[in-house]
């Protein structure tokens, strides 16, 4: 079992920037992929970014703005988040995955961001 915990959201001004980072504990195998997803007031969740050992995966929407990138000795995926807009306000969560083949299976409890206009 894998526990993966959340920190960094807050509330930042559009055009700001916010750096969200996620450690993970418990059976981490090489290969695991980690992810991060949002969800927004009123919709479904949907996929922000991904990384595997050597590959990284973003939304349209993110894409030129967000950076995912991990620190494998500390078991650690981070979101750097730049460029901020207010759509981009919703809970972020963190999610693992032993391949990529498989579905996500382990998530946080999610963390706030909040863009003001």
């Known amino acids: 079992q894998v526990q993966l915990v959340e920190s960094g959201g807050g509330l930042v001004q559009a055009g700001g920037s916010l750096r969200l980072s996620c450690v993970a504990s418990?059976?981490?195998?090489?290969?695991?992929?980690m992810g991060w997803f949002r969800q927004a007031d009123g919709k479904e969740r949907e996929f922000v970014a991904g990384?595997?050992?050597?590959?990284?995966y973003y939304a349209d929407s993110v894409k030129g703005r967000f950076t995912i990138s991990r620190d494998n000795a500390k078991n650690t995926v981070y979101l750097q988040m730049n460029s901020l807009k207010p759509e981009d306000t919703a809970v972020y969560y963190c999610?693992?995955?032993?391949?990529?083949?498989?579905?996500?299976?382990?998530w946080g409890r999610g963390t706030q961001v909040t863009v003001s206009s």
């Open positions: 999610a693992g995955k032993g391949s990529p083949e498989a579905n996500f299976g382990s």
């Open positions: 418990g059976r981490i195998f090489s290969g695991y992929v």
């Open positions: 990384i595997s050992w050597t590959n990284t």
